[in-house]
């Protein structure tokens, strides 16, 4: 009785899966990030900013959910999908279970995401250095120091109008001095308000001084509407600033949303972009 012998083939061990490719993962970052910054630019250009302070008058709070916010949302989360979905669709076959080409997938998703935040930063960076280094050198070819861009920024004139208006009732009187004691005030004042909205004692006395001889006030009336004033640039200023931080903090609470919902949209894209070609190949077939 003859033997029989089965010669099996050697099976090769399965590939457990896991590739990633880095090329593919910039791909779909610079494309996500070329998307987004279309569609961005496209928004600006037809005034859909991400933030918009309310209009002067209304409480010191920016205005968060504007059309603009919503557009750099839905800009941000398409660009994403755009470039997890192209990462997603490159990858091809591989030797894997279900489970592990949905992570492959996903994990290539999630590094577009990532290599476009890093360009947009990168991007930011060299835009700020040069917006810095242009400003610097054109104020350096035209003489402008900031001390004196920060005195004409500063609306001195006005102020001194305010402490200078004749008592209720008197007319006006133009002295010799006017000018120069105006001059001088403005001065004061600059020194004051480049010294976070603080007079000091001399100034204040000198200034009172100034106040009274102009404005025909006893020295007591003059103090007390140099300290008004003072009061009243000091609130304004509080103010104003307290509206950029809260817009600040605004602008970056959704740009963060944003971001992770892109990361999130990213994945996605990616994952049902394998599941498309799956079934596309399995239609081939």
């Known amino acids: ?126 835009a700020g250095l040069t917006v810095a280094s242009t400003g610097a050198s054109t104020a350096a070819l035209y003489g402008v120091t900031p001390a004196a861009v920060k005195t004409q920024a500063t609306p001195t004139a006005y102020l001194v109008d305010q402490l200078f208006r004749p008592a209720k009732g008197g007319a006006v009187q133009a002295s010799p001095g006017s000018v120069a004691a105006r001059a001088e005030a403005g001065r004061i004042l600059d020194a004051g308000l480049a010294h976070g909205e603080q007079i000091s004692a001399p100034d204040h006395a000198r200034l009172t001084a100034l106040t009274a001889a102009e404005a025909g006030l006893s020295e007591d009336e003059a103090s007390t509407r140099i300290d008004r004033l003072q009061s009243d640039v000091q609130a304004a200023t509080r103010k104003a600033a307290d509206i950029a931080r809260k817009t600040a903090s605004y602008a970056s609470l959704w740009a963060a949303f944003s971001l992770l919902f892109g990361g999130l949209v990213a994945t996605g894209a990616a994952i049902l972009a394998r599941h498309q070609d799956d079934r596309q190949a399995l239609g081939r077939r």
């Open 1 to 126: 009785m003859a033997d029989t012998v089965v010669v099996a083939e050697e099976v090769g061990e399965v590939s457990t899966g896991y590739r990633f490719s880095w090329g593919l993962a910039f791909v779909g970052g610079v494309v996500a990030t070329a998307v987004t910054f279309f569609l961005l630019t496209l928004g600006s250009g037809v005034g859909l900013l991400l933030v918009h302070p309310l209009t002067r008058g209304a409480a010191a709070v920016p205005a968060f959910l504007t059309g603009g916010a919503i557009y750099f949302f839905v800009a941000q989360a398409f660009g994403f999908a755009v470039g997890g979905h192209l990462a997603g669709r490159l990858l091809g076959f591989e030797a894997e279970t279900p489970e592990q080409e949905d992570f492959r997938a996903g994990a290539h998703g999630l590094a577009a995401w990532a290599v476009t935040v890093l360009a947009t930063l990168t991007m930011l960076a060299l």
